[in-house]
């Protein structure tokens, strides 16, 4: 089996040439992320071997890789939540650096973690709003600091609306009353609503049945839909070759290469990523 | 006669959302959504009980003591409730009010600084105390439970070193430490400006959580803290926030508690942590966090106070009001556990 078949096989995503990306680095400025030479070493463990990471204007960008293969290690030094140890990240071409997930979340990533990051006790609108609630106008808020309740909560319906969410009609529900998928939903509704850049999904589907996913995956397609670039992380072959446009393939700390549910067959993916095959660049 | 509106067949699923729940689950979504809720069905029924059995119970004059009772630990359970919402437990709430009142009496008294000046220094000690136990837990990560059992001994023992363990008397102070005594004459009510105090406090700490950012970052740390930490909510600053803001409202119920008792004794509110938590679980706040209000911890203060005089004016052993605490407590614990399984 061949994995390196050399014609014009990528083809284009949103305008972009990948045959051309695959012969080399791409320039920053093309790009809405990119990460060059990332290192990130925990004692004598190697989380990171010097790895790119490029993601372009509106693509959902895929990435997977066996358990240690360093797919959240390298996502965590993208997003502020580890600092790497070397390595430049480019930011709309300009380079940046994050010392925490809020330095990431300033400047317009959001990312959804597996564990959601939501308070159950709280209704959907207080987690929609949870860190940057607003408070009233005039003297209320600005002396007595009153949330503006009532204006979150119909800012959090109509987000959930804009994103095809019908499920959850009541923004005043507790988060624990819903079910996975729409938790997840609220999580991956709150990321959308904020991100100004692009928004990470971590395992987004791991915990929920097959109408759920699919309820989430055509989340993932509105949020692209929306122009905001997405990088989702998944352990799903199927659910990543059903959405991704590209797949960041990770593998031993580094990049095994960078693929196209066009190009490769999901069996071939999973070679690449577990080393039975290699895929030659250029 | 009858117009009946023909739709489209619900899908089997739109049924089975629509299905009848039983009452218990209609009981527990209700309590869900209002936990405070079933405190006050327990203290409206134990009013009416009450009355029932000693017609007295209703009476100003027996209403004038319950609240005058209930003040004091009304006011060190809505700082306990602050803490406990975080998912922590204040131990030392008793000997850190003790401390801060020994130290406000004794500066007025034989220390010669004026009242209102004591009364700030005093206030004073106890945010400090307060801030020192947030301190503890934030930057040192100590279990709350740990730290406070620590600081419990440490204000005690610094409380009677400084005091010598002696009683100061409401004659030796000046009139604004005395001040929180003053009675208020509403018809045959009589309450005392402490009673009032009280009140405020638990109308701006109310307030505070039910309206404002931070009142909402307290719910949120309490919930789960690495989910408040991942959306960016400072959590180590809420937390030393809470326990600062407990620690000053023990710091002015130091002063309340010497216009009450008409003295600054050491021997006062040995009991204060267990009443404190006690009138904030039977509040119906949970004390894994997260969830309960102040207005619950106040109706929790009033049924253990209606049921020690109610239970009085009965002429039943003070025992059994030790006894019914005890199973209101446990009876509290137990719907939080059952209210916090709700399903949609």
């Given at each position: ?27 920053p400025?093309?790009t809405v992320l990119s990460a060059r030479k990332l290192i990130k070493t925990f004692g004598?463990v190697i989380g990171l071997d010097g790895v790119d990471l490029d993601l372009y204007p509106?693509e959902i960008l895929a990435i997977?890789g066996?358990?240690?293969a360093g797919k959240s290690t390298l996502i965590k030094a993208a997003t502020g939540a580890l600092t790497p140890d070397s390595g430049q990240l480019y930011l709309d071409g300009r380079e940046v650096s994050f010392k925490t997930p809020q330095d990431a979340r300033a400047a317009g990533i959001e990312t959804v973690y597996q564990t959601l990051a939501v308070a ?7 987690n929609m709003f949870l860190g940057r ?54 999580a991956v509704?709150r990321a959308a609503t904020f991100a100004t850049k692009f928004v990470v999904l971590d395992e987004p ?18 949020i692209?839909?929306?122009?905001l670039p997405v990088i989702l992380i998944s ?13 960041h393939?990770a593998?031993?700390g580094g990049c ?27 | ?216 970052h307290?719910?949120a740390v309490?919930?789960d803290i690495e989910a408040a930490r991942l959306v960016g909510i400072r959590v180590n600053r809420v ?106």
């Amino acid at each position: 089996m061949s994995t390196a078949q050399n014609e014009a096989r990528y083809g284009t995503v949103n305008g972009v040439d990948l045959d051309a990306v695959q012969e080399g680095v791409a320039d920053p400025s093309q790009t809405v992320l990119s990460a060059r030479k990332l290192i990130k070493t925990f004692g004598k463990v190697i989380g990171l071997d010097g790895v790119d990471l490029d993601l372009y204007p509106g693509e959902i960008l895929a990435i997977i890789g066996d358990n240690g293969a360093g797919k959240s290690t390298l996502i965590k030094a993208a997003t502020g939540a580890l600092t790497p140890d070397s390595g430049q990240l480019y930011l709309d071409g300009r380079e940046v650096s994050f010392k925490t997930p809020q330095d990431a979340r300033a400047a317009g990533i959001e990312t959804v973690y597996q564990t959601l990051a939501v308070a159950p006790a709280l209704d959907i609108a207080a987690n929609m709003f949870l860190g940057r609630e607003r408070r009233r106008s005039g003297p209320l808020g600005s002396v007595f600091r009153m949330l503006d309740k009532s204006g979150m909560k119909a800012d959090a319906g109509r987000s959930m609306a804009n994103l095809g969410i019908a499920t959850v009609q009541n923004m005043g529900q507790a988060v624990e009353t819903l079910s996975g998928g729409q938790r997840q939903a609220v999580a991956v509704a709150r990321a959308a609503t904020f991100a100004t850049k692009f928004v990470v999904l971590d395992e987004p589907t791991a915990a929920l049945g097959v109408k759920e996913t699919g309820q989430v995956l055509n989340l993932i397609q509105q949020i692209r839909e929306k122009g905001l670039p997405v990088i989702l992380i998944s352990h799903n072959m199927p659910n990543v070759f059903e959405v991704a446009d590209r797949i960041h393939i990770a593998r031993l700390g580094g990049c095994a290469g960078v693929i196209t549910p066009k190009s490769h067959t999901p069996t071939e993916a999973v070679a690449i990523m577990t080393g039975a095959t290699t895929l030659q660049k250029g | 006669m009858s117009t009946t509106t023909t739709s489209a067949p619900a899908s089997a699923a739109e049924q089975f959302a629509m299905r009848r729940q039983s009452p218990a689950q209609r009981i527990q979504h209700v309590l869900h959504a209002q936990p405070a809720l079933s405190p006050l069905a327990v203290l409206i029924i134990a009013i009416i009980v009450f009355a029932l059995i000693n017609p007295r119970f209703l009476q100003p004059q027996a209403l004038s003591i319950l609240f005058q009772q209930v003040a004091i630990i009304a006011a060190l359970a809505i700082g306990q409730t602050l803490i406990i919402l975080t998912a922590g437990i204040d131990l030392s709430v008793g000997a850190l009010t003790v401390f801060s009142m020994l130290i406000m009496a004794s500066l007025a008294s034989s220390g010669g600084v004026p009242g209102p000046l004591a009364i700030l220094i005093g206030v004073l000690v106890g945010t400090l105390g307060g801030l020192l136990n947030g301190f503890l837990v934030t930057r040192i990560n100590l279990p709350p439970f740990i730290v406070t059992l620590g600081t419990l001994s440490v204000f005690l023992a610094a409380g009677l070193l400084y005091s010598g363990g002696s009683n100061i008397q409401s004659t030796a102070l000046p009139d604004s430490v005395n001040w929180a005594g003053t009675v208020l004459q509403f018809g045959r009510f009589r309450i005392t400006t402490g009673v009032v105090i009280v009140a405020l406090m638990a109308i701006v700490v109310g307030f505070a959580l039910s309206q404002t950012k931070w009142g909402r970052h307290v719910y949120a740390v309490g919930n789960d803290i690495e989910a408040a930490r991942l959306v960016g909510i400072r959590v180590n600053r809420v937390l030393l926030s809470v326990y600062t803001v407990a620690g000053l409202l023990y710091g002015i119920t130091a002063w309340l508690q010497i216009g009450r008792a008409g003295s600054a004794s050491p021997n006062a509110l040995t009991d204060a942590n267990l009443e404190s938590i006690t009138a904030v679980v039977i509040g119906g706040t949970s004390l894994f966090g997260g969830r309960g209000a102040v207005i619950g911890t106040i109706i929790g203060a009033l049924i253990v106070y209606a049921f020690r005089l109610g239970l009085s004016l009965a002429g039943v052993d003070d025992q059994w009001r030790v006894f019914a605490t005890g199973v209101l407590v446990i009876v509290a614990v137990g719907i939080d556990q059952w209210i916090r399984k709700v399903k949609a």
